[in-house]
């Protein structure tokens, strides 16, 4: 199926289309892009520079995807942009190039960023991720698979958000949130497990279980971060999918772990 593009719209010639592609009103698509198959720019919409948007993604009137980097390392080159299948990116959302020569800000698939959001530079987002109103990312943030952050909720460089993990509205995380947990206030503390969030996604009574036991461990039980790393070293369910998700994520974490909140 041809694309199917607005008398006016503007296409530079290095752009390359897929099958079945929608460009609205005047928007803009310029640089090297590579739309794919199915995927609909609506009007006065921008997919620009050295970006890749895969399948039956949506890009809304006012979103920029592919700028400039922000950052003032910036020294040229032709960094870009990665994104996945089935993306949606709402009115005003902006999605900026890495900053390094060869380097890509990196978005799964199936995600839901919602109008006002940003993605700086160098963020690695996975897949299912679902960012609220006015929700920012500051450079080389990593969310994993299954995140919400809350509206007008800030995330500081290089921080890390764990898998199933919420951030929520207003909040401002300045370390890493492990995942399962729910954290919130500026600076953001851990406040409880995610528990709504994990039976959305298929988690049953006994993974339940064990992420209430990570949440007691690491927030509940007075210890310091070393004696509960210990514990969950040590512990009968250590093995775990859950066990091992955590331990792993707080071994590489080089910002900290987000504290407690009462």
Not at 98 to 121: C, E, M, P, Q, R
Request: glycine letters at 12%; one cysteine or more.
């Amino acid at each position: 199926m041809a694309a199917k593009i607005h008398s006016t719209a503007i296409i530079e010639p290095g752009v390359q289309l897929g099958d079945g592609v929608e460009v609205g009103a005047y928007a803009y698509v310029g640089g090297t892009a590579v739309i794919g198959a199915g995927t609909r720019i609506h009007h006065h919409a921008t997919v620009e520079g050295n970006t890749a948007l895969g399948r039956e993604c949506q890009v809304f009137p006012y979103a920029c995807i592919g700028g400039k980097t922000q950052d003032l390392k910036y020294k040229g080159g032709h960094p870009g942009v990665r994104i996945g299948d089935r993306n949606v990116f709402r009115e005003y959302v902006s999605v900026h190039e890495a900053t390094d020569d060869g380097k890509f800000t990196v978005i799964g698939s199936d995600n839901l960023i919602l109008a006002y959001s940003h993605v700086a530079h160098d963020c690695v987002l996975g897949n299912r991720i679902i960012m609220s109103n006015y929700a920012g990312l500051a450079g080389h943030v990593v969310v994993e698979d299954c995140v919400v952050v809350g509206a007008f909720g800030g995330v500081h460089q290089f921080c890390r958000l764990g898998a199933h993990a919420m951030l929520s509205a207003c909040s401002k995380l300045v370390q890493d949130l492990p995942p399962y947990f729910i954290a919130d206030g500026s600076p953001a503390t851990v406040r409880a497990y995610n528990k709504v969030g994990l039976e959305r996604h298929g988690y049953g009574a006994e993974e339940l279980d064990r992420v209430r036991q990570l949440y007691r461990l690491l927030y509940r039980d007075g210890l310091n971060r070393s004696q509960a790393m210990e514990r969950l070293h040590a512990h009968p369910q250590a093995g775990s999918a859950e066990f091992q998700r955590m331990i792993a994520f707080a071994q590489a974490s080089e910002r900290g772990l987000a504290p407690g909140g009462s």
